[in-house]
C-alpha cells in the first residue's frame, strides 16, 4: 500500500519537470526571437549587397560611406545607417516625368519633347555626403540644361535632325560646365553620364489640326490657281487664234489702206451675234444694240412665235 503513493508522487514529479522544461524552451525561443527581430529591425548587423553602398552616420556626426560588399556590425545608438545608395545605372526623365514635356523653339514654335538621362554614380562621397538630396539637385540642373539646348535649336533641327541634337545635348551635360568657370554635371555630383536619349519630339495636338486644316487650304488654293492658268492659257490660244484669223481675213479680202477694216469687223460682229442667236432661238430675250454708222450688212429677220410660223404660207 506504500508503494503507491510513492510510484504517483514521483510520476507527477516527472510530469511537471517536463512541463517546466518545456516552458522553459518555449521562454528561451521568445527571447531568442525576440533578439534577432531588435537586432534585424535596429539593424545593428546588416548587408551590403553587391552594387550597392550605405552612408553610416556616428555619434561625433563623422559620416562614411560603406561600400564592401558583404555582413557588417554597427554599435547601435553610437552610429546610424543614414541612407542605402545603388551604383547601378539609374535614369532621369526630362521633368522627372515619362509625359512630354512642353517646350518653345528658336521660331517660337510650340513643340512637345521627352528625353531620357542615364547616370552611375562614382564618388560616393561627393554624392551622399557633399550633397543634401542629390537626385532633387540633379533632376533640376538636368531639366534646366536640356531645355535650355532644345528651345536654341530650331524647330525643322528638333524634327528632323533628333540625332545631331542629340548629340549636342549628350556632350554638353558630360563635359559643358553648368555655369561658366564652374563644375560640370559630373563633377558637381560625382557622377559618371551613360547616355542621352532624346525620346519624343512633336508638335501638340491642335497645331497638328491646324496645320492638316492649312494643308488642305494650300492643296484648294492651289488646285485653283492650277484651273486659272489652264482657263488664262486656253484664252490666250483662243485670242491669239482669233487675232490670226482676223489679220488672214483683212489679208484675203481688206483693201492695203484701211478702208475695208471697219466694215469687216462689223461683219464679223454681226456674225457672232447671229451664231449666238442660232445656238439658242427658243426663250431668246437677247436685244442687240450696235451703234454703228451705217446699217449691217447682214440683218437678222425677227423671231416669230411658234402659232404664227405654222399658219404663215
Avoid: C
Amino acid at each position: 500500500m506504500s508503494d503507491k503513493p510513492v510510484g504517483s508522487f514521483v510520476q507527477r514529479a516527472f510530469v511537471f519537470r517536463i512541463l517546466r522544461l518545456t516552458l522553459l524552451l518555449i521562454l528561451l525561443i521568445v527571447i531568442g526571437y525576440g533578439l534577432i527581430v531588435t537586432v534585424y529591425a535596429s539593424r545593428t548587423i546588416f548587408k551590403v549587397k553587391m552594387n550597392y553602398a550605405v552612408v553610416l552616420e556616428r555619434l561625433g556626426g563623422h559620416r562614411e560611406a560603406v561600400t564592401e560588399v558583404g555582413w557588417h556590425v554597427r554599435l547601435p545608438y553610437f552610429t546610424r545607417i543614414e541612407q542605402e545608395v545603388t551604383l547601378m545605372n539609374q535614369t532621369v526623365f526630362l521633368g522627372d516625368s515619362v509625359e512630354p514635356m512642353r517646350i518653345i523653339t528658336r521660331e517660337n514654335v510650340t513643340l512637345w519633347a521627352s528625353a531620357l538621362l542615364t547616370f552611375r554614380i562614382r564618388d560616393l562621397n561627393i554624392w551622399a555626403i557633399e550633397n543634401q538630396e542629390p537626385m532633387v539637385l540633379l533632376q533640376g540642373d538636368y531639366d534646366g540644361l536640356v531645355k535650355d539646348k532644345l528651345q536654341s535649336q530650331t524647330v525643322a533641327s528638333l524634327i528632323s535632325d533628333r540625332e545631331m541634337v542629340k548629340e549636342k545635348i549628350f556632350k554638353s551635360l558630360k563635359a559643358s560646365p553648368i555655369n561658366e568657370g564652374g563644375p560640370t554635371l559630373e563633377e558637381k555630383y560625382g557622377i559618371e553620364v551613360i547616355s542621352f536619349v532624346l525620346r519624343e519630339t512633336r508638335f501638340g495636338d491642335k497645331l497638328v489640326e491646324a496645320s492638316e486644316e492649312k494643308k488642305k487650304r494650300e492643296l484648294i488654293a492651289e488646285a485653283e490657281n492650277y484651273a486659272a492658268d489652264q482657263e488664262a492659257s486656253r484664252i490666250r490660244k483662243l485670242y491669239a487664234a482669233y487675232v490670226d484669223g482676223v489679220s488672214q481675213l483683212l489679208q484675203a479680202v481688206g483693201q492695203p489702206d484701211g478702208r475695208t477694216d471697219t466694215a469687216l469687223l462689223q461683219f464679223l460682229d454681226q456674225q457672232r451675234w447671229a451664231a449666238a442667236y442660232e445656238k439658242n432661238q427658243t426663250g431668246q430675250n437677247t436685244v442687240v444694240i450696235q451703234n454703228t454708222d451705217t446699217a449691217p450688212a447682214v440683218t437678222l429677220p425677227p423671231l416669230l412665235p411658234a402659232n404664227a410660223q405654222q399658219t404663215h404660207p
